[in-house]
């Protein structure tokens, strides 16, 4: 395993010199949160923070994209003729993503490049970014991301890892992508191999510091409606009140809806998250509601993430554990706790064993 | 790499107003560029993405075969914002079509079997679409037996009646075109609700009989019980399905139902899976 050492200085600078090949995302203080930000001339990510309010899943896929323009001038050759808008993008690195925003992206990825349909907004920002993880020293008491198919030092979606240790900084490089943006900072020591085992404890004692996990071993052998027809859903959701929050700080979240915004003669057609919970996302023009009732919609979220994706792509549950639903719910619904009853429910006999989260 | 959401532009070249309370119409498009014709090579089945520039997009099923060449044709319900304003829209005029999309009828598993096609109301367009294409002379070898329910409220509320009423002159092609009531002493077909003339017209369940079975959720609730009667298993009932979409090719993440998305996986379902999948449609 090779590893570069980088002292705080050289890492400063590093991430400067990267600025001239790759537009640097980093997390930067806002207000009591820390946001990712495109980092200006000089201006350095600020390191001292468990994890950003949002992941920096907009920045590959804005809350808001234009997708098309087009014109409704009748004198004008291409009257009513959508056009794509302008979709080349330069490179990007985004700094300091922690290993559970880093898997959300190949989560997410198989929605977005899929055999049949690229969708090519999302792709190409994709492709065109290097993930430049942060490993997490002390875990959140959300955190579940070690049941989640990752960990504090998880490296799935990362070109890049850097572990802190002080004031000395470790870089591991994981992908050809990662490599060369170590490169483009001109991080060259190597570190001496007895680092190795000492990032191993630090490690090992990051993975210790999360305390709350959860059960997913049984959720594939259940049939879908076995769990959509579990007795529990009413009752979760009695609290709910469809707000969304959830499904906008999610990083593993993907929904979205386009609308046309016309102003005069001329019009953008766009996309913007949207939200399961929200009645609107699936009412038909005649007014019939497939997922009518709130409890349907909480459902929905849940079983999306926790087993048609199970279903659909066998490669885990759709969460990265980074908790951020249960720290930012206005109403206490947690995850874990509905990951676990439908881990356990048992469809024969109507139960759910005892579960903790 | 190919932008899935970018619509081939398209001249609306005829309108018919297909109904007597002008509810219905039917749009024949003309792709602007004629090497679009050809990317866009569809089943009968598939739907599309009409995409009107400042109102958005709506799924429709393709009602025109692919035996037509030229042009395609989608019949169309005014009903919210993208359908109104495209009733009010005019030959000549342009705007977008996204497709194919979603899954043809199953139409390697059809060939050699009976096949009887149950349509009730405006749900009858990809019907047409397959009529057309399994009647064509290059075609109608490949089928046994070909039976038609279509019904509606009323004779004026029947779609593409030209065409019905020359079908029903064919000798292979059993047409039971039925309305639920009329006062028209000239009405010529079947009165009474679909699932009646089904269970007296018609051909029992067997390996090798297919329904394809499209409309109203109320039709569809009578009609499965005298299929089943009929001896049908689940596995020869073929439904296509509805939900509200926007991307057309199962991104957006909306018109799911359990793992399946109406629009990729779909429309396109046998019975039988829809009942392993929960009831949101």
């Known amino acids: ?357 | 790499m190919q932008n899935p959401y970018l619509p081939y532009p398209v001249r609306i070249d005829e309108i018919i107003t297909e109904t007597e309370d002008k509810s219905l119409k039917t749009f024949k498009f003309v792709f602007l560029n004629p090497a679009d014709e050809e990317k866009f090579a569809y089943e009968s089945g598939q739907f599309g993405e009409l995409s009107i520039p400042g109102m958005g997009e709506i799924p429709i099923g393709i009602a025109s075969s692919p035996m037509e060449k030229g042009f395609i044709k989608f019949t169309v319900f005014k009903t919210g914002k993208v359908t109104s304003y495209l009733h009010a829209m005019k030959v000549g005029d342009i705007m977008g079509i996204r497709g194919p999309l979603g899954k043809p009828y199953p139409w390697e598993t059809l060939e050699g079997k009976n096949i009887i096609i149950i349509g009730g109301g405006f749900a009858f367009t990809t019907l047409r679409s397959s009529i057309i294409s399994m009647l064509d002379p290059d075609n109608r070898s490949k089928f046994k037996d070909i039976h038609v329910i279509y019904g509606a409220r009323s004779p004026g509320m029947l779609l593409y009646k030209d065409e019905l009423s020359a079908w029903a002159e064919r000798d292979d092609i059993n047409m039971h075109i039925t309305i639920d009531g009329t006062d028209d002493p000239d009405w010529k077909y079947l009165t009474g609700f679909v699932p009646t003339i089904t269970e007296q017209k018609a051909p029992p369940g067997n390996e090798d009989t297919y329904a394809i079975v499209c409309g109203p959720p109320i039709m569809i609730k009578f009609t499965q019980p005298v299929l089943d009667n009929l001896g049908y298993s689940h596995d020869n009932i073929i439904m296509s399905l509805e939900n509200r979409m926007k991307c057309g090719i199962g991104i957006c993440g909306r018109c799911n139902i359990g793992k399946d998305f109406v629009c990729k996986d779909g429309p396109v379902f046998t019975l039988s899976q829809l009942n392993n999948m929960p009831k949101e449609y």
């Open chain 1, 1 to 357: 395993m090779k590893l570069i050492k980088i002292d705080r200085q050289s890492l400063n600078d590093g991430i400067e010199k990267a600025k001239s090949a790759y537009r640097v995302f980093g997390p930067v203080k806002e207000k009591n949160d820390h946001e990712f930000k495109l980092l200006e001339k000089s201006e350095m990510p600020d390191l001292d923070f468990q994890n950003t309010r949002l992941s920096p899943k907009s920045i590959i896929y804005p809350q808001s994209q234009v997708m098309f323009t087009y014109s409704l001038d009748e004198s004008k050759d291409d009257w009513r003729i959508m056009k794509e808008v302008e979709n080349v993008k330069s490179p990007m690195a985004i700094f300091g993503v922690r290993p559970c925003d880093a898997l959300a992206f190949p989560i997410v990825r198989r929605n977005f490049d899929t055999p049949d349909y690229q969708d090519t907004y999302w792709v190409k920002a994709y492709e065109a970014t290097t993930f430049v993880g942060l490993a997490c020293i002390d875990a959140c008491g959300t955190c579940f991301c070690t049941s989640a198919g990752t960990g504090p030092f998880g490296e799935e979606g990362l070109d890049v890892l850097i572990i802190a240790d002080g004031d000395d900084f470790y870089a591991k490089p994981i992908t050809a992508k990662g490599e060369s943006f170590i490169q483009t900072a001109g991080w060259t020591v190597e570190a001496e191999s007895s680092v190795a085992s000492k990032i191993d404890q630090l490690k090992t004692a990051a993975e210790s510091s999360i305390t709350s996990s959860v059960s997913t071993d049984k959720l594939k052998n259940k049939t879908i409606l076995e769990l959509y027809d579990a007795p529990f859903w009413e009752k979760e959701a009695f609290s709910c009140i469809n707000c969304g929050t959830c499904t906008y700080v999610c990083p593993t979240c993907w929904c979205f809806d386009v609308q046309d915004e016309t102003h005069g003669k001329s019009g953008i057609r766009m996309r913007n998250w949207d939200s399961c919970m929200f009645p609107l996302f699936t009412h038909h023009a005649s007014g019939h509601n497939p997922r009518n009732v709130k409890y349907e919609r909480l459902r929905q979220r849940f079983m999306h993430k926790l087993k048609y994706y199970v279903d659909k792509y066998d490669n885990g549950i759709q969460c990265v554990g980074c908790g951020r639903c249960i720290r930012l719910c206005p109403v206490n619904i947690d995850i874990r706790s509905i990951c676990n009853k439908m881990n356990s429910f048992d469809a024969k006999n109507n139960v759910c064993e005892a579960t903790s989260s």
